[in-house]
């Protein structure tokens, strides 16, 4: 199943929201590929096995499951994560890019290539709505965090 979406981090229109920087969203980007317990719920410890400047292998524990990722990052425009396959977890791509399509507006776009079933009938079309809304809720609250993180530093 592949599928994106975009999240709204800048609108002018939307005056409630204040805006970031690319260099903060860069920033929380960051810090989600360092540590994703705040962005991740249920995650109990997030490992870097190895890095390089544009590479990490990780190991995330959920507890009773374990995933091992790669994370790739193009520095202020995108980050990549790639996690492996097993029995218990489906395995998949996401990429978060960075995206400014007009002045003072900035969105993320999330872009999910998964191992599930693009060809879906009845209960897995269900399933995979139920995937795609759950997605989309963590990408807000990834949105959300870093957000957090914005102003947190700002107030130092």
Not at 20 to 39: A, I, N, Q, Y
Not at 133 to 145: E, F, K, M, N
Request: glycine residues 4%.
């Amino acid at each position: 199943m592949n599928f994106e979406h975009l999240v709204v981090v800048n609108d002018p229109a939307n005056p409630l929201a204040s805006p970031l920087t690319r260099e903060e969203v860069w920033f929380g980007l960051l810090c989600r590929v360092l540590d994703s317990r705040p962005f991740l719920p249920g995650l109990e410890a997030c490992r870097i096995l190895e890095r390089t400047e544009t590479e990490f292998r990780r190991e995330l524990d959920f507890g009773s499951v374990v995933i091992r990722d790669q994370v790739t990052v193009q520095p202020m425009d995108w980050v990549r994560f790639e996690s492996e396959r097993t029995e218990t977890h489906a395995g998949g791509t996401l990429t978060i890019a960075i995206e400014e399509p007009a002045p003072e507006t900035m969105v993320l776009r999330f872009e999910y290539r998964t191992t599930l079933s693009e060809h879906t009938s009845g209960d897995d079309v269900a399933y995979a709505e139920f995937v795609k809304s759950a997605y989309h809720a963590s990408d807000l609250d990834t949105l959300r965090v870093i957000r957090m993180i914005a102003e947190s530093s700002r107030l130092h």
